[in-house]
T-cell receptor, first 114, second 112 residues
Framework: ETGVTQTPRHLVMGMTNKKSLKCEQH?????MYWYKQSAKKPLELMFV???????ENNSVPSRFSPECPNSSHLFLHLHTLQPEDSALYLC?????????????FGEGSRLTVL | AQSVTQPDIHITVSEGASLELRCNYS??????LFWYVQSPGQGLQLLLK??????LVQGIKGFEAEFKRSQSSFNLRKPSVHWSDAAEYFC??????????FGKGTRLHILP
């Protein structure tokens, strides 16, 4: 596989469930990102990891918990979410932090919270 | 703080017609500027980027953009659109803190 792969592509969960989103990059990049894409709003940067260390946490509620076990994998653990958390969650990677250029995005995980 | 404004939420053009998508940014110094495209059900893909030098940059799929410092703009252009160009287009700016900030996007519709 090449590029950035996200699973699952679609997820429906209740407010009391716990689930996880997974992202894997096959590009040898050192930085990985979670973005939230909601209708009619700009992409919101949620978390940034550089060399497996979290370097950015943009005031994201604690019901979202990221994990970066190595430079190729990034998870977003979800628990007790709210309906307003329904969105497309995009994972991205870049060769170095900030990219100074290109972010490579996965196709996203469409989350629906009931 | 840096910000990006894309004033047009939707744009409709006929196939074969020219296209210009507007982007204005707010940033104190010379920014790094980008245009990304998102096709339905896909992630974002980089079309082109500006760091320095020539203010007219060429990208993939026949797109180009021009950086105009005096107008704080970085508009995207294509001389002749194809039906496959129908997508959402995002302008983005990267500041000194390495954060990449995206605009709200412009959805492009193509008439046959």
């Amino acid at each position: 596989e090449t590029g950035v792969t996200q699973t699952p592509r679609h997820l429906v969960m209740g407010m009391t469930n716990k689930k996880s989103l997974k992202c894997e990059q096959h590009l040898g990049h050192n930085a990985m990102y979670w973005y939230k894409q909601s209708a009619k709003k700009p992409l919101e940067l949620m978390f940034v990891y550089s060399l497996e260390e979290r370097v950015e946490n943009n005031s994201v509620p604690s019901r979202f918990s990221p994990e970066c076990p190595n430079s190729s994998h990034l998870f977003l653990h979800l628990h007790t979410l709210q309906p307003e958390d329904s969105a497309l969650y995009l994972c991205a990677s870049s060769q170095i932090l900030g990219g100074v250029g290109e972010l490579f995005f996965g196709e996203g995980s469409r989350l629906t919270v009931l | 703080a840096q910000s990006v404004t894309q004033p047009d939420i939707h744009i409709t053009v006929s196939e074969g017609a020219s296209l210009e998508l507007r982007c204005n940014y707010s940033y104190g110094a010379t920014p790094y500027l980008f245009w990304y495209v998102q096709s339905p059900g896909q992630g974002l893909q980089l079309l082109l980027k500006y760091f320095s030098g020539d203010t007219l940059v060429q990208g993939i799929k026949g797109f180009e953009a021009e950086f105009k410092r005096s107008q704080s703009s970085f508009n995207l252009r294509k001389p002749s659109v194809h039906w496959s160009d129908a997508a959402e287009y995002f302008c983005a700016v990267e500041g000194r803190d390495d954060k990449i900030i995206f605009g709200k996007g412009t959805r492009l519709h193509i008439l046959p």
